[in-house]
């Protein structure tokens, strides 16, 4: 899952990452054909286009254009099938990361499959969904802690909505996960295959799962790695959220007391992010990367929670340093951005449509946010949970695609979730209960470590994934990988 950050510019490092959901097309759509050609990003992978419906209960209606990147397997003669792949967001690109697959995906699943990105609906190069990029550069904090904050959130949310529609078009009201799985086996039928194989990260996970549960006899293997609870209720969501934040975040703490590379360490850091976080809400802290900047309160818990995705604990470290001794904003003015009108920007858009995130008003939403911040005295709160909820307040349309009970469809073959312990964005305790709601022969393999999207995190769990897509060899009861401390940033 992604985090969406007000301009934090340059701040520890950008976040990719989390879901979505499916239904079936008519013959007309599920006849039709991919033309594929060298893509102009990468010699070596094929790029093409399908048109699906703009809203699949009018199959006669508006069309739109999903493109799609093949990377063909490079032993024809051993190759297994498709192997689609999704990175999370909502708003991560599936074509990108078919570019990138020989960074991240194992040389025998390049060998046996072909990797096809798919961007779903309303990203990417998908009929993106555009809005006001000053629209969504004005956009409040999520922080919201009074009535009138509280207000305005609802009416830039219910500006930008009315803004995003004009711009995008007929599907505007339909990229939830539930028309993206759709999408998915139009392009299934469109490759030729009777089934497919799926590898989802984060969000992408929402896609896999809804895709089983609509159409359980068109896959033949499905990898979810850092998995999304559709079944969550609001509390629950916020609670998994924010426990999994700070969990990640004592982590931090653990981790810069017992290495010696750890630029804090032998300091009280509780004691040293309180004074941070005391800063960050009286104004007085600024962005050590461009003291210009300052940083808010919710400015400095997401640079937090951005930096326990990978993790990157040791420039963490040295950015909290330099932020709590930051000097003034020097004087001048800084160059103006160049001009740019509209921006992709599908995160509220997609989250409104696939959960139901909604609270009766302002009293609802502090105490909600009192509560957290017990459980989570340094985090308060997890930001991307914080984000997903405030930007869903008086989203001018119901979800079409909420959160329902996880059942196990029949003819559904052995499903692999993964999920690090301490997983800062989709919390551990997710992947327990999709797992116990999915049942046998699902398995999950955890990753006794740490941050976000585990395939590449470990050998041990990059080869328990690759047996299983390439054998349909489930991980046994129970199944652990050993942790391995993250490298510092920059360094070796």
Request: with cysteine; glycine share 8%; charged share 20%.
């Amino acid at each position: 899952m992604r985090v969406p950050t007000r301009p934090v510019r340059a701040a520890v490092l950008t976040v990719i990452i989390l879901l979505a959901y499916g239904l079936m097309p008519p013959a007309r759509a599920a006849a039709a054909a991919i033309t594929w050609a060298e893509c102009p990003e990468d010699a070596e992978v094929q790029c093409g286009e399908l048109t699906v419906p703009a809203d699949w209960a009018e199959p006669a209606g508006p069309r739109i254009t999903l493109t799609i990147a093949r990377r063909k397997a490079t032993e024809p003669a051993r190759r297994i099938g498709a192997l689609l792949v999704n990175p999370g967001g909502p708003g991560g690109s599936a074509v990108d990361f078919t570019f990138g697959a020989p960074g991240f995906f194992g040389a025998e699943l390049r060998k046996r499959f072909d990797i096809v990105g798919v961007d779903p609906r309303g990203v990417g190069r998908s009929s993106p969904v555009l809005c006001s990029r000053d629209l969504v550069d004005a956009k409040p904090s999520p922080l919201v802690e009074t009535e009138q904050q509280y207000a305005a959130m609802v009416a830039w949310n219910r500006k930008l909505a009315a803004d995003c529609a004009s711009r995008t078009g007929a599907h505007f009201g339909h990229v939830d996960t539930g028309s993206v799985v759709r999408d998915f086996d139009a392009v299934r039928t469109a490759l030729g295959e009777k089934k497919i194989n799926f590898y989802g990260a984060s969000y992408g996970t929402l896609i896999g799962l809804q895709y089983a549960q609509r159409y359980p006899s068109r896959l033949r293997g499905l990898v979810l790695d850092s998995v999304m609870d559709h079944s969550a209720d609001l509390d629950t969501f916020l609670t998994r959220e924010t426990d999994a934040a700070q969990d990640a975040f004592d982590e931090f703490v653990k981790w810069c007391a017992r290495d010696k590379r750890c630029v804090l360490r032998g300091q009280d850091l509780l004691k040293l992010w309180a004074s941070a976080m005391a800063k960050a809400r009286a104004g007085q802290l600024r962005n050590p990367y461009d003291p210009s900047l300052k940083l808010g309160l919710s400015d400095l818990l997401t640079a937090a929670f951005t930096a326990l995705y990978e993790p990157q604990w040791y420039s963490f470290a040295y950015y909290l340093r330099d932020a709590v001794a930051s000097a003034a904003a020097p004087k001048g003015r800084r160059a103006a951005a160049p001009a740019v009108d509209l921006i992709d920007y599908s995160f509220s858009p997609v989250i409104c449509e696939d959960w139901n995130l909604r609270v009766s008003g302002f009293p609802a939403l502090r105490a909600r946010m009192r509560s957290l911040a017990v459980r989570a005295p340094q985090m308060l709160v997890s930001p991307l949970a914080l984000s997903a909820m405030t930007g869903c307040l008086g989203w001018p349309s119901a979800p079409s695609n909420p959160q329902a009970p996880i059942t196990p469809p029949p003819g559904l073959g052995p499903v692999l979730l993964v999920n690090s312990r301490y997983d800062p964005a989709t919390a551990y305790a997710w992947a327990r209960n999709v797992a116990v709601q999915l049942g046998s022969p699902t398995s999950l393999l955890t990753y006794d470590g740490w941050g976000h999207v585990a395939y590449n995190k470990s050998p041990c769990v990059s080869g328990v994934v690759d047996r299983y897509l390439l054998r349909l060899r489930p991980a046994g009861p129970g199944a652990h990988c050993p942790p391995v401390d993250p490298e510092p940033f920059g360094v070796g």
